[in-house]
């Protein structure tokens, strides 16, 4: 592929990812409590209940409140009563779970177990 091309799209796609994070940001904890008296973030005692309705017997381990677009984002890990944990979305404003996922833990690369180390490899070369 020609190099010229190759950076107009490298610079294209940072472009395009760039204007997607700067749709969606952090919401400071400065910012909290006037818009939970606006009325555009629910209490956090009610998004975490609603969150925790999902997973009974779960305990909230991380929380992260977003704002994209007018919208407000309420992010939430619970890890249940097995030790599973879930990432859950809710609509910060209502506190309706729009996302529940399972977090699914990497995989660790197997490798098979040998009782004795492969013979060196020699190459004779005249």
Known sequence: MNKKLIVVIAAALMLCSGVVEAKKKGVRPDEIAGLQKAGKVASFDKLNQSALAKHPGGQITDTFLTKRDDRYDYKVRVTDAKGDSWNLKLDAGSAEVLT?????????????LSATPPAPTTSSAH
Do not use: A, E, T, W
């Open 100 to 112: 529940d996922n399972k977090v699914i833990p990497p995989q660790l690369p197997s490798f098979p």
